[in-house]
Nanobody
Framework: VQLQASGGGLVQPGGSLRLSCVASGSIFSIYALGWYRQAPGKQREFVARIGSGGPPVYADSVRGRFTISRDNAKNTVYLQLNNLSPDDTAVYYC??????????WGQGTQVTVSS
């Protein structure tokens, strides 16, 4: 499975961005898609996840501001980021978890929130 993330950029506090991640390869094996982020000097942290069934799961820090969704026809997972703050500045990575338990990572896309 290969993952290609895009959509990052520079945005002012309070602004919005939409990240996209296109999956290719053995996509039939994927049962969950998600987003993580890593800020400078910090460990990578979970942001959101969406599975084949059930509601999406969010980190407490983003719940109510971020929305994860997937378009199975386009093999794409999205992350809508609203009401951004400087604390959201990080490299955002998409990941895919296969039914076998193997985890795949995309290359990351930079989100910078600054005035």
């Amino acid at each position: 499975v290969q993952l290609q993330a895009s959509g990052g950029g520079l945005v002012q506090p309070g602004g919005s961005l939409r990240l996209s991640c296109v999956a290719s390869g053995s996509i039939f094996s994927i049962y969950a898609l998600g987003w993580y982020r890593q800020a400078p000097g910090k460990q990578r942290e979970f942001v959101a996840r969406i599975g084949s069934g059930g509601p999406p799961v969010y980190a407490d820090s983003v719940r109510g501001r971020f929305t994860i969704s997937r378009d199975n026809a386009k093999n794409t997972v999205y992350l809508q980021l609203n009401n951004l703050s400087p604390d959201d500045t990080a490299v955002y990575y998409c990941n895919a978890v296969a039914r076998s338990g193997v985890t795949y990572w995309g290359q990351g896309t930079q989100v910078t929130v600054s005035s």
